[in-house]
């Protein structure tokens, strides 16, 4: 993984003593709360209903273990012994006091950490694939890309006050892990006829208010272009992006009121008398991004020999052979596999993890998988490079860990934002919704049955938790001060992106359990065999779904 | 008499700034003396104005550096205007005239920017800084133009991204 140099980690505590004298400027009253409040938030800083929250980057979702050791010294030090795995593979603190802000990211600073543009009207952190690196069908690798991004990106001194926040994500793979069609920009890695390596450059898609699959506004730059398009895309954003209602802001509602051709254009335009400068990249500074990102040291292993180990340890082990299945994935190289942890056990908030289990993460890291793990926008942890002949170990102390939860994919592996209990700008509750759902589907056996089915909860419209891109998606709303829940149908992040369309009208919070049940028993009494559910929603469309959920409901 | 910023040392601020008119720009009566019009007065007067070496032009964070564009080099003083501090737009505008249209004057940030954009800003070319609020301690603001010292990508100040400088 990225290793900082000098030049970084001047930069970063420079950062830190910048932020700090702005903290005191603001506790002192000498900044407004209005001024301050654009700064704090390129720091990670939000006020939210009960206590400030503070995001920390995750870049591209690498962690090493010292950083986990660090991030559990820091919820225990400085918060209430857990944090959070985001929807864009970041880690929030939910109780962190403003004063001791400074102290945390000095903290952070140490161990190559930050909460840099992790929110604000700025380019946020990059993200990509989790399995980056160790995917059978990834084309090419994307993190030195990621890294390249992530450094031009950062303390961009033209683009810190965009109309609006701005993010990237890079998909490398065949399999989109990395939902580029719903980002600002997105970026796929593709390989020209000649070998040469390019992006396919997407723009404009986006979640919250308005959601839009991105368009595709070229099909091959060569990479060495990358800095300059970015830029280019950037500078007609900053300079033509409305400003007058936060709401319109988006680079999506830009692309559409433009159409994708104009908004090309206009981007082709600016990069032609930006492109061959020396932000151009040479193939020395691809060679030494790469660098950061070699192979670990693997060992030559037997594929049969594993394959036949995992055989006798799940003959008379139906609960390992489940994990197996279900949260453990091919590897590129013979006799290895990347696990995923599941953040996502009942009666735990989604994505929540504590002190403990992230240094337990640490050790596992360390002694399975070359010191390194990654947080998922799926919000779980994986580890990438875990030998077939250790998962029956690695299972047994996840499971004593608390997340060996056989759920990855499933109904239960739910994505949800913090929503009311925590989020200022939640219109509704959507943790006790998600654990609603996860008692009411607690058979495993059943779930497992169900096979893939990505349900996403959102407690406002703003999306964190993804919902129109979930097979089922649930959005919180606000009725004259109650909560409802509104149930989306047929969404997907993945290479078939699609936004979900609107089931009918909300549910009280008590009926969510019994509507999701009853979708899910309209899939399995239509399935064929093969199907998972949003192959049959796409084969018999809402129709059956809607006239069953509120036959019911009446 | 105001002061500003310019060039990291605290200097008497010489020049007017001519709001923008409400009638037509054309006939608008540009002031003797030093004088920064709106970009507007500029285009419809440059004829004879353009004799004179004591008119700046300044350009609102709506308005294009595209529209001054080849007079830049011609003129003394160009300023970018901030209606609001979160208005990000006369960033990119300040980065026009420097890198595209070679403007080397004095190119000063005016209006309501705050002391902690003066990096960013005089990373994106501008050398000279007019508070709005004549309240601002000058001294301690322009710490802030320290407040980075090294920086990942190219600006109008450092053409060379630091993946170049790193390994040469």
Redesign the interface.
Known sequence: MYIYDKYDHEILSQRVAQFRDQTQRYLTGELSEAEFLPLRLQNGLYVQRLAPMLRINVPYGMLNSEQLRRLARIARDYDKGYCHVSTRQNIQYNWPNLEEVPDILAELAEVEMHGTQSSGNCIRNITSDQFAGTAPDELVDPRPYCEIIRQWSSFHPEFAFLPRKFKIAISGSQMDRAAIQVHDIGLQLVTADNGDIGFKILVGGGLGRTPVIGSVIREFLPRIEILNYLEAILRVYNLHGRRDNKYKARIKILVRAMGPEAFAEAVEKEWTQIKESPSTLREEDFDNAKAFFTEPAYEALDETQAATLLDQQTADNVAFSKWLQRNVRDHKKPGYAAVTLSLKPTGIAPGDVTDSQLEKVADLADQFSFGEARTTHEQNMVLADVKKSDLFALWQAAREAGFATPNIGTLTDLICCPGGDFCSLANAKSIPIAEAIQRQFNDLDYVYDLGDLDLNISGCMNACGHHHVGHIGILGVDKKGQEFYQVMLGGSASNDASLAKVLGPAFGAEDMPQVVQTIVNVFLENRTQEEIFIDTYNRIGIAPFKERVYAKAS | MPKLVKDGAIIDDQWALLAKPDTDADTVEVPTGAVIIPLSVWLAQKQHLSERTDVGVWIDSDE?ANDLAEDAKTLPLIAVNFPA?????S???A?LLRE?FGFTGELRAVGGF?R??L???S??GVNAFRFDDDSVNLEEAKKSLE?????????SDQ??????R??A
């Open positions: 294009s501090f979160m208005d990000g737009r960033f990119s505008n980065r595209r705050i902690d954009q990096c960013y800003l990373r994106c407040d980075f010292t090294e920086f990942y990508q190219a600006g053409p060379t991204p630091l993946f170049r790193r390994t």
